[in-house]
């Protein structure tokens, strides 16, 4: 009965999924046509009123909007409720609402009444579907009762040719199995045919002759057996133990490492599965907590701006198959910033893929510290360098300049005592005495150079400073108007007198504006403004151009000692760094603000105490 039970399961389970199928798929989905049939079916007919509607209520004609509405709601007899709505959504019909309806199966349809595009009214109604439902269903139930009549015909015939012809052959197969596995290898079975069944009959009594057959010759292999039994027990012992000390021996040399050993996938998590003791002491994690990223991912700590370029170094060495050795930033568990070294090989597989790597992990944070310490040392020694170049310069300069000048500068007070008034008139002096005095500023020049990391020898003044850029401006006014440069003064009115060497801050003032001509290019029209104003008990001199302004990677250098842009020819870098020279030892500052292409602004700020 059980075998016969199972046979027939099948036709049972087809039955009940078939009647669920029935029940659960087609009879909604029956439904939901029906249902679906109605929308359509309503939806004509409102579209039908449409034309009727539009005439009456574009020309308010309320009562021909009710004669319509009533016919329909009269003829249309499943119709429960039928409401029209103004564009404006305010209820136009009915003036009085029936009963409620609950408990109805009940369609609900809003008609959208269109003219020209615009949004004119809006009919509402509901439609009892209840008898059309009802219909539907019963429609259901014959199909399942059909289904299931027939379903109950084809398992009794099955049933019957299932018993016959395999359920009883069966049960003989069944009964030489228990005397087989009784021990009776002189059991056979008749044969069946052709089909399956005789087959596997056959199949039997061919193995209950190589079952007898096997049989003794496992009696021989069974003797044989137990004399190898004692040696392969000895055997696996000596091993597991050789085993064991070789894995004794491996942890203690990985406890021992200066740093980390590891094993990884080749994953973008970068799976970790095996991690040595020495990952607590470079990261602060156990290795419990990174091997399969049970706590943390190895790859999480590493710093982001390090991530990308090192995964690419790493997998460009796969490719090749060569070993990779990368230097990169870690972030310990304490959230300090760690160096470390990696070395490691990829381990390929049999189709050349790179599935996992191992390798080793190092600190190497003291060495990078010695490192800067080293960088900074070797720049501080360049810088002062270039400091004693420019000492050496500067006497240089001053033998050189100051003969001439002093020749020249006593000319010109000659000619200034034996001419002027005489034979020259109050222009031509006034000119002379200019010279006169650009010839002193140039023996302060060569002065400045020499005091540029000493003390400045200049005579302290207390002075206005917009005298200063008065005097200035007068000297560079006939070549701004060459280039066709205007330059504005913006100055505050409550500016105080401050104790400055003026030649010095001249001096300052003209390199800047120069600097600022030369940057202005000549296809467009050039300003330059010059703005003062009193922060507290600082002067501030701000002057800006709109130049092309100074790229980022060079703003840092401008101040530097030797540092240009220009050729050669033009310039030696030097006039920055003396101007920055000066302004430090008037107790200032000299910064500068630029984005390259929208022009520069250098703040000299002056406390008036040197």
């Keep these: 009965m059980r075998l016969r039970f199972k046979l027939m399961l099948p036709f049972c389970v087809a039955l009940g999924v078939f009647i669920l199928v029935i029940h659960f798929y087609m009879a909604p989905k029956m439904l939901s046509q029906e249902y679906q049939n109605i929308v359509k079916r309503e939806n004509a007919i409102l579209k039908a009123m449409e034309p009727g509607l539009v005439r009456s209520l574009l020309s308010g004609d309320l009562g021909a909007v009710y004669a319509i509405l009533d016919y329909n709601k009269d003829i249309n007899e499943n119709w429960v409720l039928l409401k029209l709505y103004n564009d404006k959504g305010k209820k136009l019909y009915p003036l009085v609402e029936p009963d409620d309806f609950k408990g109805r199966f009940v369609i609900t349809i809003n008609h959208n009444i269109i003219w020209e595009g615009d949004e004119i009214g809006v009919l509402k109604i509901n439609s009892n579907w209840e008898s059309e439902r009802n219909a539907e269903i019963y429609r259901i139930y014959m199909i399942e009762i059909l289904a299931f009549l027939i379903f109950v015909l084809i398992i009794g015939g099955g049933l019957y040719w299932q018993s016959r012809w395999i359920h009883n052959p069966i049960l003989q197969l069944q009964k030489a199995s228990k005397q087989l596995s009784a021990g009776n290898f002189k059991t056979e079975l008749p044969a069946q045919g052709n089909d399956e069944l005789g087959d596997l009959t056959r199949s039997f009594n061919i193995m209950v002759e190589n079952l007898t057959i096997s049989q003794d010759k496992l009696h021989k292999r069974t003797i044989e057996l137990e004399k190898y039994q004692d040696h392969l027990e000895d055997l696996v012992a000596s091993r597991t133990e050789k085993l064991k000390e070789s894995e004794r021996t491996l942890s203690t040399l990985m ?6 050993a590891y094993r990884r996938k080749n994953d973008a998590n970068w799976t970790m599965e095996y991690v040595s003791d020495g990952a607590f002491d470079i990261t602060g994690y156990k290795p419990d ?5 049970k706590t943390k991912s190895y790859r999480d700590i590493i710093h982001t701006d390090d991530i990308e370029r090192i995964n690419d170094e790493i997998q460009k060495c796969l490719t090749v198959r060569i070993p990779y050795q990368v230097t990169y930033r870690i972030i310990n568990l304490k959230g300090h910033e760690v160096w470390v070294w990696e070395q490691g090989c990829g ?4 189709n050349d893929d790179a599935e996992t790597m191992e390798g080793f992990v190092t600190d190497i944070s003291d060495k990078k510290k010695m490192e800067e310490a080293l960088r900074v040392s070797s720049e501080q020694l360049i810088h ?29 007070e000659s000619v200034s005592e034996d001419y002027i008034g005489k034979y020259l008139d109050e222009h031509v002096e006034k000119m002379v005495n200019m010279a006169v005095r650009e010839c002193n500023r140039v023996a302060s020049l060569t002065k400045s150079l020499q005091d540029f990391n000493r003390p400045s020898a200049g005579i302290v003044k207390k002075i206005n400073i917009h005298d200063v850029i008065n005097e200035m401006i007068v ?3 006939k070549k701004m108007q060459e280039r066709k440069i205007s330059l504005y003064k913006h100055f505050a009115d409550n500016i105080p007198e401050i104790n400055i060497v003026p030649d010095q801050i001249k001096q300052v003032l003209l390199n800047i504006i120069q600097n600022a001509e030369e940057s202005l290019p000549r296809n467009r029209k050039g300003q330059i403004d010059i703005t003062t104003e009193l922060e507290k008990e600082n002067v501030l001199i701000r002057i800006k151009d709109n130049g092309d302004g100074i790229p980022y990677e060079i703003k840092r250098e401008i101040f530097e000692p030797f540092f240009t842009t220009k050729s050669a020819v033009k310039g030696t870098g030097l006039g920055l760094a003396v101007s920055y020279g000066i302004i430090k030892k008037h107790g200032g500052d000299i910064k500068v603000e630029s984005k390259h292409g929208c022009g520069a602004t250098f703040t000299i700020k002056l406390s008036g105490k040197v």
């Design 255 to 260: 406890s021992n490492l200066p740093g980390m």
């Design 289 to 293: 907590d990174l091997e399969y990223n």
């Design 347 to 350: 381990i390929y597989s049999k």
């Design 384 to 412: 002062s360098e270039k400091l004693a170049a420019i000492g050496k310069l500067s006497a240089s300069v001053a033998h050189e300049f100051n003969n001439p000048i002093t020749g020249i500068r006593n000319v010109l």
């Design 475 to 477: 000297m560079v006014k």
